[in-house]
């Protein structure tokens, strides 16, 4: 029986149905039929752009974002799909705070609906640092099918690994 890493917290029916279609080798067909449009976000600043609209829409008295990249060194294997950091540095009397997302290249060739879910993650921490009520909240209220995206991403990871 394989491990199913990126779905081992689900339970054991659900991951014997994703082992069902990995052998019959339909896992990677199934989550092309559903979410087959793939993003036009290709460049660093056009997702820092991307990232900036769904931040003014949604997340407008937020801290300011500084950078947002597409990061080749996060690896997805260690579960860090995208990262948001604040650099602080001491500038004369002043402190100064840079707040950077980075989002991994896998996510520039993924399908339009899990850049969106992973850049909704990241902006969710400016607000909440913490994976709790409060962020999960906030991540459904920018995305409405946040959790469902989550899991169809899960999924697409793990068919992307059995390539």
Do not use: W
């Not at 279609?21 to 989550?31: C, H, P, R, S, W």
């Not at 997805?76 to 990262?83: D, P, Q, R």
């Amino acid at each position: 029986m394989s491990t199913l890493k990126y779905i081992a917290g689900y339970p054991e029916h659900i991951q014997a149905q994703v082992r069902t279609l990995l052998d019959a080798g339909k896992l990677g067909e199934v989550i092309a039929k559903r979410y087959g449009e793939a993003h036009v976000v290709r460049t660093d600043r056009q997702l820092y752009e991307y990232t900036q609209a769904l931040k003014e829409r949604y997340l407008r008295s937020a801290q300011p974002l500084h950078k947002v990249i597409y990061d080749s060194k996060l690896q997805v294997l260690k579960h860090a799909l995208g990262t948001h950091t604040t650099v602080s540095r001491v500038q004369g009397a002043k402190l100064k705070a840079s707040r950077e997302i980075r989002i991994a290249t896998v996510f520039r060739e993924a399908p339009a609906d899990f850049l969106k879910m992973i850049v909704v993650h990241e902006l969710a921490h400016l607000k909440e640092g913490d994976h709790n009520k409060a962020f999960y909240q906030l991540c459904t209220h920018m995305t409405g099918d946040y959790h469902q995206l989550e899991f169809d991403l899960r999924l697409y990871l793990t068919a992307l690994e059995q390539r």
